[in-house]
């Protein structure tokens, strides 16, 4: 398949559309005021930092109520029922709001939308949400958000057209010292449970200096933390000269005082060429996030993963011997179609052999268009909860004790503001993405400092500041 890179003219195009939307708003008595919402995954938090950057373009300020915004923009996942679900309640709170400012424009973007049956639903039930687009013409959220104001007629925009990476559309980011970059669009595995690649395409890398000047900018203006983003980075490149772990390589050699980790890893397409490029790094975080979906060679191979428990624990069992302190967290679908209990309590015991720092864990939903959705699945949802809830007890127990290896121990931590329960303490997190919270004053927000660690809870470590 063909790449296609969005740049030069068709940006400039773009750039146009904006100052076009800033000439309307500017008219107005009040700077016109946005109302943004990421669902989902981190990649989704990462677009919206760039659909709120096209916004700061065309003059548009930041709420945090929808009641006070001209504009209100949800960008959606459609990973699980339930997102979906959330985004329906949400849409249909507007209603009230719409008839009491009519002016407000309300639009729909993402994954979610761009599956046709959702956006005819969200078509025909909320006939007051102005503007529908897909994940495809992000980028083109200037004009379609013009001919709105222009036009003032409904716009829905969700084509097919693949293969598109967009480069240089403004972000707004909201950390000073982290940043998102991500790597690769779109993902070419099709588990058989996963709407992501009907929703998000094909899978196309960035190039890989467009990856390393964006770091290299961000790392020399300040930024201390870097997540490199993907479906699955391990297959960046896509075969090309600069694979997952030479770009790693070369992100690690710029100079600077920094760390960079990445999601999400493939136990396909993870090598041990990886795990060595993160031995000898610098800047690389110690945190593998490997999902392994289920502990059942059966069900994996129904899941389409391309790999066996065998491979998997062969994986984990070497990142653990040449990476002593990594953090390895995973993520786990219990009910996938014609699971049975014998199945899923080898999910059990696999969690039990590898002892994950923490697991996401989620019952299976079914996705149209997608295989599994077309498969037998006899087992009830009552008997489903039954086996989460175990599921959710054993890891519970393995969690409880799995930091506390790191008792005892100086950690590195990036400072990153008020601990979130606790204003009287600092919150960070360390070179294995591990929360670490202690004592100390605001000037260390946004800096590294030395953590002697004192005490382990499941979610988090307790440290005092060295030499304090
Ligand atoms: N049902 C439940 N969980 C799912 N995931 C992806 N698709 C589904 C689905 N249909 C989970 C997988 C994936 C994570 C991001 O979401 O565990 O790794
Ligand atoms: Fe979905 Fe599998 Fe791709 Fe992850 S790797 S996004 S689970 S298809």
């Avoid at 502990?295 to 428990?309: A, E, F, P, V, W």
């Avoid at 990153?416 to 204003?423: C, I, K, L, M, S």
Wanted: with cysteine; proline share 3%; aromatic share 8%.
């Amino acid at each position: 398949m063909a790449i296609r890179n969005i740049g030069g003219e068709e940006l400039e195009e773009q750039r146009l559309f904006m100052q076009r939307v800033r000439a309307v708003t500017h008219v107005w008595d009040h700077k016109p005021l946005a109302y943004t919402h990421s669902y989902g995954c981190q990649q989704n938090v990462s677009d919206s930092e760039k659909l709120d950057g096209m916004l700061e373009k065309m003059g548009f300020g930041f709420t945090d109520t929808p009641e006070k915004a001209d504009l209100v923009l949800y960008n959606t996942c459609a990973v699980r029922e339930n997102a979906e679900n959330r985004v329906f309640g949400n849409v249909g709170a507007l209603k009230v709001l719409k008839r009491r400012s009519p002016d407000m424009v309300i639009a729909v973007c993402g994954c979610m939308v761009q599956q046709e049956h959702i956006a005819e639903r969200m078509k025909q039930r909320f006939p007051y949400v102005d503007l529908i687009f897909g994940t495809h013409v992000m980028h083109k959220f200037p004009e379609l958000l013009y001919s709105i104001y222009e036009k003032r007629e409904r716009v829905i925009s969700i084509p097919e057209c693949d293969g598109v990476v967009a480069e240089g559309i403004p972000v707004r980011r909201t950390s000073g010292f982290r940043a998102s970059v991500p790597i690769m669009y779109g993902c070419n595995n099709y588990c058989t449970y996963c709407i992501v690649p009907k929703v998000r395409g094909r899978e196309r890398s960035r190039e890989p200096e467009a990856v390393i000047s964006e770091v290299r900018e961000l790392t020399e203006g300040g930024c201390k933390e870097i997540l490199l983003l993907g479906q699955n980075v391990n297959s960046y490149g896509n075969g090309s000269e600069v694979s997952f772990p030479e770009l790693l390589r070369r992100l690690d050699a710029l100079e600077g005082d920094f760390v960079i980790s990445f999601m999400t890893s493939h136990p396909k397409d993870c090598s041990h060429e990886l795990i060595d490029v993160i031995v000898d790094s610098r800047h690389i975080s110690h945190h593998l996030h490997l999902p392994v979906q289920s502990g059942s060679d059966r069900i994996l191979k129904l899941m389409n993963r391309h790999y066996d428990t065998a491979r998997y624990l062969e994986l984990v069992d070497y990142a653990r011997s040449r990476i002593e302190d990594i953090q390895l967290t995973t993520d786990i679908i219990v009910g996938f179609p014609g699971e049975t209990y014998e199945d899923f309590t080898k999910t059990l015991d696999l969690m039990r052999r590898v002892k994950y720092d923490s697991a996401f864990t989620f019952i299976y939903s079914k996705r149209a268009g997608t295989k599994a959705a077309e498969m037998d699945d006899p087992i009830s949802d009552e008997e489903k909860g039954r086996w989460f809830r175990e599921l959710l007890d054993v890891q519970g127990a393995i969690g409880e004790k799995a930091y506390e290896r790191y008792v005892g121990r100086t950690m590195r931590v990036l400072c990153e503001g008020r601990g979130r329960t606790d204003e009287t303490l600092l919150t960070g997190k360390s070179r294995q993405n591990i929360i670490v919270d202690f004592a100390g004053s605001d000037d260390l927000i946004g800096k590294f400092v030395d953590i002697k660690i004192t005490k382990a809870l499941p979610w988090a470590l307790v440290g005092k500041q060295c030499n304090s």
